[in-house]
């Protein structure tokens, strides 16, 4: 990786990508960035040949292995296939897949963002949930309510038995594809595993405990087997855990989105 950006050598041939110096910080996310644009807006078609290894060390002021990394981002995406001795093509059907960078969120903008998209996906998984949920499925989305009630008892921040009770919610829906979405975003469905504030050890119980008043009603309406009331009180958990988040980001002056 260079220590710095260098200047453009030469410029790249008219119908390759608009590639311009890059920032040392990121290197190889920035270039898969920048090309993948490029590929996503059509003004790389498919097809289309990719610049050479040197065109784009001597374009973007980066290393051959940043360059290499980079192209193997795009193949692993499905945008990009390499021919051996041709180089790298923009693939036929080029798509850049749903995904999230954990690198945003940081921020307490992003986390809201996450936060409205799971509203969408979550309550209804409650609801189907409750509509179908078995004996095992009620029991295993006890189990793991019980088991964020033995975390909280231990001190401890119950990230992980958090998301296992959301998942849990998902898999009693019968419909895999709800359980593979929670899969996707994985424990960054849970903000406090990505925004870290100093609490003190009562506050953090106390936040957790009206988390779990939330969770039990859930619970206890999927037991029910009533879709309006898990519908209900799952966005109500949602709606209150961003209203929580929307409050400490105001008070951090952050300006959610």
């Known amino acids: 990786m ?10 790249l041939p008219d119908t390759g990508p608009a590639v311009r110096p890059l920032a040392a910080q990121s290197l190889a996310h920035a ?4 090309l993948g644009a490029e590929i996503v807006s059509g003004r790389l078609p498919p097809g289309a ?5 040197q065109a784009l060390i001597a374009a973007a002021g980066v290393s ?13 995406e499905g945008l990009v296939v390499t021919r051996q001795g041709a180089g ?10 749903f995904r999230i960078d954990p690198a945003a969120l940081g921020s307490l903008r992003e986390v809201l963002a996450i936060m409205e998209l799971r509203t969408g996906i979550e309550v209804e998984a409650a609801g189907l949930a409750a509509e179908r949920a078995g004996l095992g499925d009620v029991r295993r989305i006890a189990a793991a309510y019980q088991a964020i009630e033995q975390a909280i008892k231990r001190g401890e ?5 958090d998301f296992a009770f959301h998942r849990s919610i998902a898999e009693a829906t019968g419909n895999p594809q709800f359980s593979r979405f929670l ?14 504030v100093a609490t003190g050890a009562t506050a953090r119980t106390a936040y957790l405990r009206t988390l779990q008043k939330e969770h039990l009603a859930i619970l206890q309406a999927i037991r029910a087997k009533s879709a309006r009331r ?3 009180a799952m966005g109500r958990h949602l709606l209150n855990s961003r209203k929580r988040y929307q409050r400490l980001a105001a008070k951090l002056g952050e300006r959610p989105s």
Do not use: C, K, M, N
């Open 183 to 196: 899969e996707y975003l994985g424990r960054f469905i849970i903000p406090r595993q990505t925004i870290r």
């Open 31 to 34: 270039l898969i960035e920048r």
């Open 157 to 161: 921040s119950a990230i992980d038995q």
């Open 2 to 11: 260079t220590s710095g950006p260098t200047r453009l050598a030469r410029p």
């Open 230 to 232: 898990a519908r209900a």
């Open 88 to 97: 790298a093509f923009v693939a036929e059907r080029a798509r850049r897949p």
């Open 49 to 53: 040949r990719l610049p050479t290894e």
């Open 64 to 76: 051959r292995t940043v360059v290499r990394e980079a192209i193997a981002a795009l193949r692993a």
